[in-house]
């Protein structure tokens, strides 16, 4: 099963690489890039395998650069909050 199948599992493993990311020194702004980086790339080259991930696409596709910045960044923002309630 890939972690992309279940949108849980794709927000956890997202969380755990942010974690990382950050334990080993990773700045936000790198972060961000990357997130920006990984969103472009599922959105060109990856199927939605649930309906999150197909709003994400749409969103991502519909959005300019910048949008796609943010909504990277919010990404990051969701995958922290969420660590945060556990």
């Known amino acids: 099963m890939s972690v992309l199948d279940n949108f849980d599992s794709w927000r956890s ?18 972060i961000q890039n990357v997130a920006h980086e990984i969103g472009d790339y599922l959105a060109q080259h990856v199927d939605a395998k649930n309906k999150e991930e197909a709003v994400l696409r749409d969103l991502w596709n519909a959005a300019s650069d910048e949008e796609q910045q943010a909504l990277a960044n919010t990404m990051i923002k969701y995958v922290q909050n969420q660590g945060n309630q556990s």
């Open 13 to 30: 493993f997202l969380a755990n690489k942010l974690t990382q990311a950050q334990q080993q020194g990773m700045s936000n702004d790198t």
